[in-house]
Structures are given as structure tokens and as C-alpha cells.
């Protein structure tokens, strides 16, 4: 056997480096904005007229929605991960499912942030119901 053979094109191998530092990046990137981003807080200033159940509602509904932005990096890094090796007559279906798995959390993510202005509403106004 000759060496050139055994010895993978050093033009591959770069490509590959480059391709994985990209992804890596990429991945860098993508936890970043999902570590940046805030869950919406409700209305400003009304933490304070809280009851003590409301104060633990809304702690619990906002640890739900730091909770959903996580499945949503998930999703993101599944995503970008299932490109190269997916065959492209499937690529099209499961990047669509992916998408509405993805709508469907964007969708909860704004009901609980609608139950938490709502809690704001009672705080500062109880007959509001």
C-alpha cells in the first residue's frame, strides 16, 4: 500500500477542523442568546403589592418559563446538529415538526407570561377577576 493511500487529503481534514470550529461557534453563539435573554417581567413595580401566594406563583410561573427557554436552546442545538447528518429528502419534515414543537413552546411561553401580567392585574387591583 502506498502512503498516499493510507494518508486522508490534508484539504478534507482542514475542511473538517473549519466545519467543527463553525459548529462549535455556532453553539457558543446559540447558548449565549438563550443564556442572555430574561423571561418578560409582568408590570414594573408591582413585585411589591404581592401577596405571599402571589409572589410564589409568579416565582414558579417565571422559573417555568426560564425552564422553556432551555428546551428551546434544546431545540436549537438538535436542530443545528441534525443538519449534516440527516438525508435531505427528511431534512425538510423534521426541521418542519421541529418548528412547531418550537411555536407550540413560544405559544406557552406567552400564556404564562399573560398569567403573570394577570397576577399584576389582581395585585393592583383585587376586584379585577
Sequence with gaps: MSDQSMNPDTTQIQ???EQ???QQQLL???YQTRTDSKALVPVLGVAHLFTKRQAVEDASLHNF???LSTVLFSLDVLRHMLLPISQLDQIERIFAML???H???LYTEGTINQARNQLALWAVNP???
Design 127 to 129: 376586584s379585577i377577576h
Design 20 to 22: 467543527v470550529a463553525r
Design 65 to 67: 418559563q426560564y425552564t
Design 15 to 17: 475542511q473538517l477542523v
Design 28 to 30: 457558543k453563539d446559540l
Design 103 to 105: 411555536t407550540l413552546i
Design 99 to 101: 418548528n412547531d414543537i
